[in-house]
C-alpha cells in the first residue's frame, strides 16, 4: 500500500541482495514516519476496516476538542460529503503558520506531515489532550488521498493540500479572515482503506458522546448524502442533527438511563479538582439488574477501566456500606454483602482529565496512572456522603436495593454453581442437543446456534462435522434485560450455551466476569431465520451476549449468520438473493435482452427449514460462499441505550424507535 513512496533504487538494490542470499545494512528498511504509516496502518488506527475509516475522523475531531478543552473553541462543525470525505471545522484559534524554526518551513506543514508534531507536547498549549497523543491529524493525512487544510487566524486565511501525506504546495495566504479556526476536509485513501463508506448514526453517536463529555461544546453534524423533506415532499435540505449540553455528565446518564425505570429521582453529580487531577462523575439507581459503569481519560473511552474506575468503585462501596452499616439496615442479613451488590442497578459515568496518561491493557484502553485512584475515590466518597445526608428517603431507597440484590447473588450462586458443574465436566457432560464437532482446537471450531428444532436438524445434516458444531435453541429465550441473575441461570436454553461454550463465571475480584480460557469454540454464530420473529430471536440471544458475554464479542468472536431471502430460478438457471434489490437485479438479469420474465420463479425463505441441507451449506455455511457479520462494540455507551431500550419495559421509547426505523427492517406483514 505504501510501495510508492520508498526509495526504489533501495528497494532494487534490497532485492537483489535477498534473491542472492546475502544479509546486510540494505535489507533494513529505514521507513519515515510518514512512510511508516501507510505500511502499517494499523499500528496507529487499530484496522483498515469499517472502525479504522471512522477512527480517522474521530482524530481530527480531537484536535479541535483539545481547543475546546483549552478554552479556545466552543463549536465543531462535522459533515459527510457527497463522495464520502470529511469536512471538520472548529473556531479555535486555528493552528500557527510561521515558519517553524527548527523545521524551515510553515508549522502547520510540520502539524500535518509529521509523525509527533504538534501542540499537544507543549504543556503550555495544552494540559491535556486526547486522540493519539501527537499523530492523530498528521496520521489522517498519511492515509487520505487527498486533504486540504484551511486556517483563518489573526485577520488572515492560509491553505496547504496534501496527496497521501505529501504536501502539494508550500502553505500560502489566501486572503483575509474575519474569524479564527481550522478547516480540515480529507478524502480517505481507497489504496488503504476495505470500505469508504461513512455511516451516520456510528459518527453521531460519537460526537452526541463528545458533547456530553465536554459541557457547553456545540457540535454539529451533516450528512450530506442525504437531502430530508418535509411531510409535503418538500425538500428542507440535508440531514443535520447539533449536539450540545449543558450540564454535561448528568445529561449523559439521564439519556442512557431514558429507558429505564429510576428508582431515585435525581442524577447525583460532583466536578472539581482532586489533588490535581480534574474529576467528573454522575451516577443514579435503576430498577434494573445490570450495572452500566462508562469511564473516559481525556474523552478517551477505556472500555478495560483501570485506575481511575477502581477509584469509583472503592468510594462508592465504602460510602454506600458505612452509610448501611450506621443505618442498622444489615442488622437482620444472615450473609456478607459484596462490592457487586453496590453496583447492580447502577448507571453511572466517570471521566477525568490527566496531563499523561498510561495506557494498558490488550486495546490500550486501561489506564495506568497510579494516582488517578485516589482522587477519584475521594471525589465519590465526598459526593454521596452529602447526597445520603441529605436524602434519607432515597438513601433507605438504595440501601434496600443492596439487600435486594445481596439476596438475589445469594440465590444466583446455587444456580450458577450448577451451570458450572455441568460446564467442568467432560465430553458427556455437554448439552443433549449439541452436535459437537470432531476438531477440539478452537481457534477453527465454529458454533453455530440455531434457532429452532427443525433448521437445526438441517444445519447438523448440512454442515461440515469437522469443524462445525450445531445447537439448536427452541423458541424464544429468556429477555435477560428484564430478568434476575438467578433466573438467567435457571433458564435451561441458556444453561446449554454456558455448558456448551466451556466457559465459567466468576474471578475473586467480580462474581459475574466471564473466564473464557477454557472457550471451545472462537466463532460462535447466531444463525436464525430471515423473518420478525427471527430478528426478535436473534436481538434476545445478542442482548445475552452484551450483558453476560461481553467479553466475546470484544474478543471477536461473536458473529451473525446471513442466510438468503430469496431463490431465483428460470430453467436449470437459479440464483442467490439476500435483499430485494439483489433479487430484482437477478429478474432483470433472467430476463435478458428480451426483457421477458415467463418461466421466471421466485422463492422467499422465510425460515431456514425451508432450505435442504445441500442449500443451507451452500448459502451460509460454506466458509468459501457465506457472509458471516462481525459483532463489534464501537460505543458501548449507545450500544446500553440501544438495548435498555429495546428490550427493556419502558415501551414509548421502543415505540418510536421501530416507527423511525421501519424502513430499514425487514417486516412481515
Known amino acids: 500500500m505504501a510501495e510508492e513512496n520508498l526509495n526504489e533504487a533501495e528497494g532494487n538494490k534490497a532485492d537483489a541482495n535477498k534473491n542472492s542470499g546475502n544479509y546486510d545494512a540494505s535489507n533494513i528498511q529505514a521507513l519515515e514516519g510518514m512512510e511508516h504509516v501507510r505500511m502499517r496502518p494499523s499500528m496507529y488506527i487499530g484496522d483498515v476496516g469499517v472502525r479504522g475509516l471512522h477512527h480517522l475522523v474521530y482524530e481530527v475531531v480531537d484536535n ?22 470529511i469536512r471538520v471545522e472548529d473556531n479555535g484559534r486555528g493552528i500557527p503558520v510561521d515558519i517553524h524554526e527548527k523545521e524551515g518551513v510553515s508549522a502547520l506543514q510540520v502539524v500535518m506531515t509529521k509523525i509527533g508534531a504538534g501542540g499537544k507536547f507543549d504543556k503550555d498549549s495544552y494540559k491535556v489532550s486526547g486522540g493519539l497523543h501527537g499523530v492523530g491529524v498528521s496520521c489522517v493525512n498519511a492515509l487520505s488521498s487527498h486533504l486540504k487544510a484551511e486556517v483563518h487566524r ?32 480529507f478524502q480517505p485513501d481507497e489504496q488503504i482503506f476495505e470500505t469508504l463508506i461513512y455511516t451516520y448514526e456510528t459518527l453521531a453517536n460519537r460526537m ?10 456545540t457540535i454539529t453534524l451533516v450528512d450530506e448524502r442525504e437531502v430530508v423533506y418535509d411531510e409535503e415532499g418538500k425538500e428542507e435540505g440535508f440531514l443535520i442533527e447539533t449536539f450540545h449540553s449543558e450540564e454535561g455528565l448528568k445529561d449523559f446518564v439521564t439519556y442512557l438511563d431514558s429507558n429505564r425505570e429510576s428508582l431515585i429521582s435525581e442524577v447525583i453529580h460532583v466536578s472539581g479538582e482532586r489533588n490535581g487531577v480534574p474529576v467528573e462523575v454522575a451516577m443514579t439507581y435503576n430498577t434494573s ?13 477505556t472500555y478495560e477501566g483501570g485506575t481511575h474506575l ?57 489506564l495506568g496512572n497510579a494516582e488517578v485512584s485516589a482522587p477519584v475515590s475521594q471525589a465519590v466518597s465526598d459526593m454521596l456522603e452529602n447526597y445520603l445526608e441529605e436524602h434519607p428517603g432515597e438513601a433507605k431507597t438504595i440501601v434496600n436495593k443492596v439487600i435486594l440484590a445481596a439476596q438475589a447473588r445469594h440465590a444466583a450462586r446455587k444456580a450458577r454453581e450448577m451451570v458450572q458443574r455441568k ?27 440455531v434457532e429452532g428444532d427443525s433448521a437445526g436438524g438441517t444445519a447438523k445434516q448440512g454442515r461440515d462435522r469437522a469443524t462445525q458444531a450445531i445447537m439448536p435453541l ?26 456448551a461454550l466451556g466457559v465459567t463465571l466468576g474471578t475473586e475480584e467480580d462474581e459475574r466476569a466471564l473466564n473464557i480460557t477454557k472457550l471451545r469454540y472462537h466463532k460462535v454464530v447466531i444463525m436464525c431465520d430471515a423473518d420478525v420473529d427471527g430478528s426478535h430471536i436473534e436481538t434476545l440471544i445478542l442482548t445475552f451476549f452484551f450483558r453476560h ?42 430476463k435478458g435482452a428480451s426483457g421477458n420474465d415467463s418461466g421466471i420463479g421466485i422463492q422467499r425463505y422465510k425460515g431456514l427449514g425451508e432450505m435442504n441441507a445441500e442449500q443451507l451449506w451452500d448459502t451460509t455455511l460454506n466458509p468459501e460462499n457465506r457472509t458471516l457479520r462481525q459483532v463489534t462494540i464501537d460505543n458501548a455507551a449507545a450500544c446500553d441505550h440501544v438495548f435498555s431500550m429495546l428490550m427493556g419495559d419502558e415501551v414509548p421509547p421502543r415505540r418510536a424507535f421501530i416507527e423511525e426505523n421501519a424502513k430499514y427492517a425487514n417486516i412481515d406483514i
Not at 452526541?208 to 461544546?217: D, H, M, S, V, Y
Not at 423458541?475 to 455448558?499: P, R, S
Open 64 to 85: 479541535s476538542i483539545d481547543e475546546a478543552l483549552a478554552g479556545h473553541c466552543d463549536t465543531i462543525h462535522v459533515t459527510i460529503t457527497p463522495e464520502n470525505g
Open 474 to 499: 427452541r423458541g424464544k429465550i429468556l429477555n435477560v434485560e428484564k430478568a434476575m441473575q438467578h433466573k438467567i441461570f435457571e433458564n435451561e436454553e441458556i444453561k446449554n450455551i454456558y455448558t
Open 154 to 185: 489573526n485577520g488572515k486565511s492560509y491553505e496547504q493540500e496534501y496527496s497521501r501525506g505529501k504536501e502539494s504546495y508550500p502553505v500560502r495566504e489566501t486572503g483575509t479572515s474575519d474569524r479564527n479556526g481550522t478547516v480540515v476536509t
Open 423 to 449: 460446564t467442568v465436566m467432560s465430553g458427556s457432560g455437554l448439552p443433549g442437543k449439541l452436535a459437537d464437532c470432531a476438531e477440539k482446537d478452537p481457534a477453527i471450531c465454529e458454533l453455530f446456534l
Open 208 to 217: 452526541r458522546e463528545l458533547a456530553f463529555l465536554n459541557n457547553g461544546l
Open 289 to 301: 439488574f445490570a450495572e452500566n459503569l462508562f469511564s473516559y481519560v481525556n474523552n478517551i473511552n
Open 549 to 590: 458475554m461481553k467479553e466475546l464479542i470484544e474478543s471477536g468472536y461473536v458473529y451473525i449468520a446471513t442466510p438468503p431471502l430469496y431463490l431465483v430460478k428460470k430453467g436449470s438457471r437459479q440464483m442467490y438473493a439476500w435483499d430485494d434489490d439483489e433479487r430484482d437485479r437477478l429478474i432483470e438479469q433472467f
Open 310 to 366: 477502581t477509584g469509583f468503585r472503592r468510594g462508592l462501596t465504602l460510602t454506600l456500606k458505612k452509610y448501611a452499616e450506621s443505618s442498622g439496615m444489615l442488622d437482620k442479613l444472615k450473609f456478607d454483602i459484596s462490592a457487586d451488590d453496590f453496583r447492580e442497578g447502577l448507571t453511572a459515568v466517570v471521566s477525568v482529565k490527566v496531563a499523561e496518561p498510561q495506557f494498558q491493557g490488550q486495546t490500550k484502553t486501561k
